[in-house]
Nanobody, 116 residues
Framework: QVQLVESGGGLVQPGGSLRLSCAAS????????MAWYRQAPGKERELVAG????????NYADSVKGRFTISRDNANNTVYLQMNSLKPEDTAVYYC?????????WGQGTQVTVSS
């Protein structure tokens, strides 16, 4: 049974930091590219950051470049999103995604709220 379980979300003040984790099971984690997406109320889901299966290649949305860092630990089947200098516009539900064409898996999401 495939599972992607996100954790680490919560309420943080502007300028603060959070680290999201996504624990994967039920598939060969090291064979899949991983990504974080987010969806704010009334908006479409958007790609935040992606990382190749080896971890050697990453990509980021322009809105988070220089503030967010995606990483992975293939030994422990976990992908991370370190979020620094958080802004109110980063408020959203953050989803973990695993993809290996044509297969995609999604987590259930974790809420991140940036507010004073």
């Amino acid at each position: 049974q495939v599972q992607l379980v996100e954790s680490g979300g919560g309420l943080v003040q502007p300028g603060g930091s959070l680290r999201l984790s996504c624990a994967a099971s039920g598939f060969t984690f090291s064979a899949y590219n991983m990504a974080w997406y987010r969806q704010a109320p009334g908006k479409e889901r958007e790609l935040v950051a992606g990382i190749s299966n080896s971890g050697r290649s990453t990509n980021y949305a322009d809105s988070v470049k220089g503030r967010f860092t995606i990483s992975r630990d293939n030994a422990n089947n976990t992908v991370y999103l370190q979020m620094n200098s958080l802004k109110p516009e980063d408020t959203a539900v953050y989803y973990c995604n695993a993809k290996r064409y044509p297969i995609k898996y999604w987590g259930q999401g974790t809420q991140v709220t940036v507010s004073s």
